[in-house]
């Protein structure tokens, strides 16, 4: 019989008890000082995601069918040489949420001591929900006013993902604010990018939401498709862009 002090997860699903063996786990940075600011982490990086950014820079984690390049027992048996040498551990994507043995994972760094990080897009409030008392940061990606998530996420711009994905995304972060978590919000721009126009906007949304940091990414052609599935090509850079970029930081980041 449950009691009072039976752990939450009793009462998941199965599916959501899955454990972190069944990671699908599509890479590894052993030491990252950027990942997670202020933090020695290594990054774990998993593969899947529902959303088709245009300048994603990872397209080859976008199919959830791709096969892992490492078992999680790997992963597992190298956090365990890193103890007392790495503060934390963050999982990213991909979409890390989309991965039931996530939980697990996240329970296992916990227990060799390591903070947790997350970096997400809020795809998944229903998945990421029961991992917020395993969450010590996260990295969340703000893909521009939720009106022009469309534009961003899917490559068909006739899509309703955008709308979907917006709302999603606004429930997810107010979640994670809610509980208490660390966030520091993340806009990635391109130069022709429809999220500029937005800064303002996505600026007074995070404030008035109760978010501390706030950064702008520059996005960059190394990794990105060169022909989007719909034939068009991204445009990464033009004279002045560069400037224009660190001014735009200078101006809107906060935090």
């Not at 126009?197 to 190394?222: F, H, N």
């Not at 850079?237 to 660190?246: I, N, S, Y």
Request: charged share 20%.
């Amino acid at each position: 019989m449950a009691t009072a002090t039976t752990p939450t997860r009793v009462y998941l699903t199965r599916r959501q008890l899955a454990s972190a063996d069944s990671l699908t786990v599509a890479g590894l940075v052993r030491l990252s000082t950027v990942d997670w600011p202020g933090r020695m982490v290594s990054t774990i990086f998993l593969q899947g995601c529902p959303w088709n950014c245009i300048y994603c820079h990872n397209p080859d984690l976008i199919d959830c069918r791709t096969s892992g390049i490492m078992a999680w027992a790997d992963v597992e048996t190298f956090l365990q040489r890193r103890q007392g040498l790495l503060d934390g551990v963050v999982f990213t994507g991909g979409e890390p949420t989309r991965q039931r043995g996530l939980m697990d994972a996240m329970e296992r760094a916990h227990t060799l001591g390591f903070q947790v990080g997350l970096h997400t897009m809020g795809a998944y409030p229903t998945l990421l929900r029961p991992l917020l008392p395993l969450i010590d940061w996260v990295g969340f990606d703000i893909k521009a006013a939720p009106t022009h998530y469309g534009s961003i996420i899917a490559t068909d711009v006739r899509s309703s993902i955008g709308t979907v994905g917006s709302r999603h995304a606004m429930e997810s972060l107010d979640m994670l604010l809610d509980a208490g978590i660390e966030v520091q919000a993340r806009t990635t721009l391109h130069p022709d990018s429809v999220a500029i126009t937005d800064l303002p906007a996505i600026v007074e949304l995070l404030q008035c939401k109760g978010v501390g940091s706030y950064r702008l990414q520059q996005a960059r052609a190394e990794g990105a498709r060169q022909e989007l599935p719909d034939g068009r090509t991204l445009s990464y850079d033009r004279p002045g862009w560069d400037a224009e970029f660190e001014a735009l930081k200078a101006r809107y980041d906060f935090g």
